[in-house]
């Protein structure tokens, strides 16, 4: 299975509108990439980290061939976030 699918809601918290621990529910290995059929706490991690990982795991690169790690504001760290990843 090649395709990512991925559903959320914005507010971890509705009556609160929380924006901390929001869950994530991601359907499709990406050709292998991400692991499938288990629950990852990834930490207390930031947004722009699951979308790098997300962004990656469809192909794309940045222009040296890397993986994506700087998607979103440059003052949040980059990465990916490794629990999400095979292998």
Known sequence: ????????????NGVAHGRQNLPYVIAGGAGGF???????DAGGVT????L????????????DGSPV???GDPSLEGGLIPEMIVG
């Open 1 to 12: 299975d090649d395709s990512v699918a991925v559903w959320l809601n914005d507010l971890a």
């Open 34 to 40: 991400l692991k499938q059929g288990a629950y990852v």
């Open 52 to 63: 790098n990982t997300i962004i990656t795991a469809t192909g794309c690169t940045r222009e």
């Open 47 to 50: 947004h722009n980290k699951f």
């Open 69 to 71: 790690d700087n998607f």
